[in-house]
């Protein structure tokens, strides 16, 4: 059958989806590789312990690595400059919370000044981070 002059062919409305889902696929698999890698914070191996662990979303997070090293959120600081900033940092955020990430290898005395300047800034909502105890051994 051959087209006359005035005929036209007839148009199907139909989208090609194929292509979106790979993209949308491969978007996905970028995303996975990529979250655990943009999670702030300190590397710390936390105690573990049998109680309820604790979300520090939206407060305060201080850190104390295994070599003594305090970090308030991702700013690196020496015990000295902790205990003269402590006050001004904490003024604006006392009200949510602040939590101590103590690293299972850090010094006791290290994480007792910590906790010492906390609470001497009259700070009372403090919660100490840890994770939940491993129950397979």
Known sequence: ???RRGDRTQMYAEVNVVSLIDLMMLLMVIFMITAPIMQG???LSLPQTDSRSV???GGMTISVTAAGVIYVDDTRLTLSEFRASFRALVSRRA???VYIRGDRGAPYG???????VVKNAGVSNVALV???EDVTR
């Not at 290290?110 to 010492?116: E, F, G, R």
């Open 95 to 97: 009200d949510q919370g």
């Open 41 to 43: 914070g300190v590397d």
């Open 130 to 132: 840890t994770e939940p």
């Open 55 to 57: 979300d520090s979303k």
């Open 110 to 116: 290290i994480v007792a000044q910590v906790l010492d």
């Open 1 to 3: 059958m051959r087209r």
